[in-house]
């Protein structure tokens, strides 16, 4: 068996899917493991992370130690959905959700903008925020993972999965052409937040091509970052793509910072 591909073993079939989904026991079986820290409000630089379809928050766990050891607040939600905790809700509901949470927090801590981190439909629940429920005035930044900017061909399982219907949810957003994809396409995303797309030559699950940022002339804050041999879900534990990820908070920072530093130039809602 030495020979044969690593999908067709046993063990090179865990891996690939888990690569692609997710771990069966960290993710899917498990409950809502994250523990509040209430430290926002002790930290120059906080991170939001939005977790994507049918995931809970649990598989932020690698990346959310590894921004806090490297000095970053960090705080993510359960979005609730199927079961109360899988994130099924509707691209527009769990938006506007967010948007609230953040408020709130918000006056509780004090903090004045944040980053957002979000994988797959994650993504798109941070565009939605920012470009249709406030979080332009609220965003630093947004680097997404295996996001479906376009939609994704894939999401016609997920359709399946919740009973062509019958459940109501968040799947059919994801599809290209849907309602969702069609209006964040059509507005403008905010000029002076940086939103940058990674993703994987190697994601089944959201193809390569739905990721891939299109922006209009002169639109230079939308980048893209293009990664070789990681899964979908493999592309938020991944080392080298929390290497990208801290780059472009870092830069996003500085950014801001400077922002701060000279209020009359370069001023943003």
Request: charged content about 25%; overall charge positive; proline content about 5%.
């Amino acid at each position: 068996m030495a020979g044969l591909p690593r999908f067709v073993t046993p063990w090179g079939t865990y891996h690939l899917l888990k690569d692609q989904l997710g771990s069966v026991r960290e993710v899917y079986l498990r409950g809502d493991t994250v523990r509040p820290r209430g430290d926002m409000g002790k930290h120059g630089e906080l991170v939001l992370l939005i977790h994507g379809f049918f995931q809970t928050r649990n598989i932020w766990e690698v990346m959310e130690d590894r921004l806090r050891f490297d000095g970053y607040g960090v705080m993510s939600f359960n979005l609730g959905g199927l079961l109360w905790r899988f994130n099924t809700h509707p691209v527009d509901r769990t938006a506007a959700m967010i948007a609230e949470k953040i408020e709130i927090i918000r006056e509780r801590y004090g903090f004045d903008r944040i980053h957002i981190v979000g994988h797959s439909k994650g993504g798109l629940i941070a565009r939605h925020y920012v470009q249709h429920y406030g979080g332009d005035k609220r965003v630093k930044s947004i680097v997404t993972l295996g996001t479906p900017h376009h939609g994704t061909p894939t999401a016609a399982l997920g359709v399946a999965l919740m009973g062509f219907g019958a459940v109501r949810s968040s799947a059919r957003d994801l599809l290209p052409r849907s309602g969702v994809i069609k209006r964040l396409s059509e507005d403008v995303f905010p000029g002076h937040i940086p939103l940058q797309s990674i993703y994987s030559r190697n994601d089944v699950i959201c193809p390569y091509w739905c990721s891939i940022l299109r922006g209009r002339p002169g639109e230079s804050h939308l980048t893209n970052v293009e990664f070789r041999g990681i899964g979908h879900s493999q592309l938020v534990w991944d080392a080298s793509v929390y290497r990208s990820v801290r780059e472009h908070l870092d830069h996003a920072s500085a950014i801001w910072a400077e922002r701060v530093r000279r209020p009359h130039e370069g001023r943003v809602p």
